[in-house]
């Protein structure tokens, strides 16, 4: 799986017109904090960040291998979301972020995420109203938190945060804080998983509990 690039002489995209500082490459500089969205346990073997956009096409595949690997790891696996909207290149970008953002102060983070990776073609503020309707979002809120852009904030403290990090393009990931390197395919990522976890944990040791949290 390529990173999204809109110009040929690049394969990665940046997030602006504007130069962006030099930033390391290797290393997750902003830790995972409560403020994040996650999914799995605190003691799972294995913790993977990802940067991604809503209306990327590329995020979308990685949504849907994260999904298989979520049901073949299991418990194994922690997993956390960190928006990085590509404004230049994605138009609804932004907005499905802020959406998802209005949804977790309901609840509902998590079912927002899945439904905008599903229907990444209907991301104008029409669809993603309905997408909130759908869901069960109390509407009257969501457009209020949505006119007010009240988690803009937040959305930019996870921009800014990938950038100090090195992040370039989506989807960007990281395993136990070390950037993932490696090809973007189900079969390799699965692998770079499992060698995180045989080495954090013996197989007997593995904890049993599931918990999701927005």
């Not at 830790?31 to 999914?39: G, I, K, L, N, Y």
């Not at 995020?59 to 194994?76: D, F, L, P, T």
Request: glycine fraction near 6%; proline fraction near 6%; aromatic fraction near 8%.
């Amino acid at each position: 799986m390529a990173l999204e690039s809109p110009r040929p002489a690049s394969r990665r995209h940046r997030t602006t017109s504007t130069p962006l500082p030099e930033a390391p490459t290797g290393d997750l500089r902003v830790p995972v904090a409560a403020e994040d969205h996650v999914q799995g346990l605190d003691t799972a073997a294995v913790t993977m960040v990802e940067y991604a956009d809503y209306e990327c096409p590329y995020s979308r595949r990685a949504y849907s291998v994260i999904k298989q690997w979520q049901r073949e790891v299991g418990v194994q696996l922690r997993f956390f979301y960190r928006n990085f909207p590509l404004r230049d290149v994605h138009p609804h970008a932004q907005h499905a972020a802020e959406a998802a953002e209005v949804a977790a102060n309901q609840g509902k983070f998590w079912e927002m995420h899945d439904y905008l990776f599903e229907h990444q073609r209907a991301l104008d503020d029409e669809h993603l109203r309905q997408g909130a309707e759908q869901l069960g979002l109390d509407t009257v809120s969501y457009e209020q938190d949505m006119a007010r852009h009240r988690y803009a904030g937040k959305i930019e403290d996870d921009l800014q945060g990938g950038i100090q990090s090195g992040v370039r393009g989506t989807p960007t990931l990281f395993i136990h804080g070390a950037r993932y390197e490696g090809n973007h395919d189900r079969e390799s990522l699965l692998r770079a998983i499992r060698e995180v976890a045989a080495v954090s944990f013996p197989p007997e040791d593995v904890p049993q509990r599931r918990v999701g949290r927005s």
